[in-house]
T-cell receptor, first 113, second 113 residues
Framework: GENVEQHPSTLSVQEGDSAVIKCTYSDSASNYFPWYKQELGKRPQLIIDIRSNVGEKKDQRIAVTLNKTAKHFSLHITETQPEDSAVYFCAALTNFGNEKLTFGTGTRLTIIP | SAVISQKPSRDICQRGTSLTIQCQVD?????MFWYRQQPGQSLTLIAT?????????ESGFVIDKFPISRPNLTFSTLTVSNMSPEDSSIYLC??????????FGEGSRLTVL
């Protein structure tokens, strides 16, 4: 089955700086890669996603890049703010048609004021 | 997105008992899933709740321990049977709305004493 690795497990950045979280996947047939943000005690929330026919996608301060050849994708957050502090999970869609997501292990991002 | 209501939001249970978690969605959805999130960990898929047929369980999860019902396209239940402290976790209902996009309920935090 699909295996998703995520790095780093923890990340601290100064407010205003950029943060980058990286994931790799194993199944070359995976074609959908979402990112979720989970604040303490809250549900995971979809913040951005990318499909395999696209190399990059932006939404205001967040962006995701995908390298299908290398089987890795990354989340970029620019101009970080304290409210960006959370745990971020990447995921990859396997078994297309069964809509089953495999999640990475998560990155705890802390923004230092 | 969809409005996903889960209950109970939290419960404290005694070893050996069973608890049923309910998930209600405000619209008809084909794909419903149950995930487990152990403290400080990522999300692990327990099973896909199939409407009108038996759930599809992931490796390591069995129907006798986690029976699931899906009587219609807006409702599902997950039962955690014969609980032990190792079952202490957050259980999350989720729905898939279009190719891969997954939305979560608020979760049910279960503590087993």
């Amino acid at each position: 089955g699909e295996n998703v690795e995520q790095h780093p497990s923890t990340l601290s950045v100064q407010e205003g700086d950029s943060a980058v979280i990286k994931c790799t996947y194993s199944d070359s047939a995976s074609n959908y890669f979402p990112w979720y943000k989970q604040e303490l005690g809250k549900r995971p929330q979809l913040i951005i996603d990318i499909r395999s026919n696209v190399g990059e996608k932006k939404d205001q301060r967040i962006a995701v890049t995908l390298n299908k050849t290398a089987k890795h994708f990354s989340l970029h957050i620019t101009e970080t703010q304290p409210e960006d502090s959370a745990v971020y999970f990447c995921a990859a869609l396997t078994n297309f048609g069964n809509e089953k997501l495999t999640f990475g292990t998560g990155t705890r991002l802390t923004i230092i004021p | 997105s969809a409005v996903i209501s889960q209950k109970p939001s939290r419960d404290i249970c005694q070893r050996g008992t069973s608890l049923t978690i309910q998930c209600q969605v405000d619209s008809q959805v084909t794909m419903m899933f149950w995930y487990r999130q152990q403290p400080g960990q990522s999300l692990t898929l327990i099973a896909t709740a199939n409407q009108g047929s038996e759930a599809t369980y992931e490796s390591g999860f069995v129907i006798d321990k986690f029976p699931i019902s899906r009587p219609n396209l807006t409702f599902s239940t997950l039962t955690v049977s014969n609980m032990s402290p190792e079952d202490s976790s957050i259980y999350l209902c989720s729905v898939g709305l279009s190719a891969g996009e997954l939305f979560f309920g608020e979760g049910s935090r279960l503590t087993v004493l």
